[in-house]
């Protein structure tokens, strides 16, 4: 699994959980529906503090919430080429 997907992976998780739609995400966040649909379809690989702020907030997270899960607390880069 990619880096990147553990974002996607956990923003599923956390709609399905709270019956929430990626477009009510969106709205909730304040964050554009097509900048939501980039990172759920994983066209953008690396999103912004900012907006993965933005999204934890909306879950009534904080980033640091947000992002202590166990699949990226046990991801490793040791297998990933320099990029």
């Known amino acids: 699994m990619e880096y990147s997907d553990l974002y ?3 923003i599923r998780q ?11 995400l969106a709205t909730m966040s304040g964050i554009n ?8 379809r994983g ?3 690396n999103p912004r ?3 993965l ?5 909306a879950f ?3 980033l640091s919430e947000f992002l202590d899960f166990p699949e990226l607390n046990e991801y490793s880069f040791d297998d990933q080429s320099d990029e």
Do not use: F, P, W, Y
């Open 8 to 10: 996607v992976q956990r």
């Open 60 to 62: 009534g997270m904080t």
């Open 49 to 51: 503090a900012t907006t």
């Open 33 to 40: 529906q097509s900048t939501i649909d980039n990172i759920v």
């Open 14 to 24: 956390l709609c399905r959980e709270r019956g929430i739609a990626i477009n009510k």
């Open 53 to 57: 702020h933005k999204i934890a907030l």
């Open 43 to 45: 066209l953008t690989k």
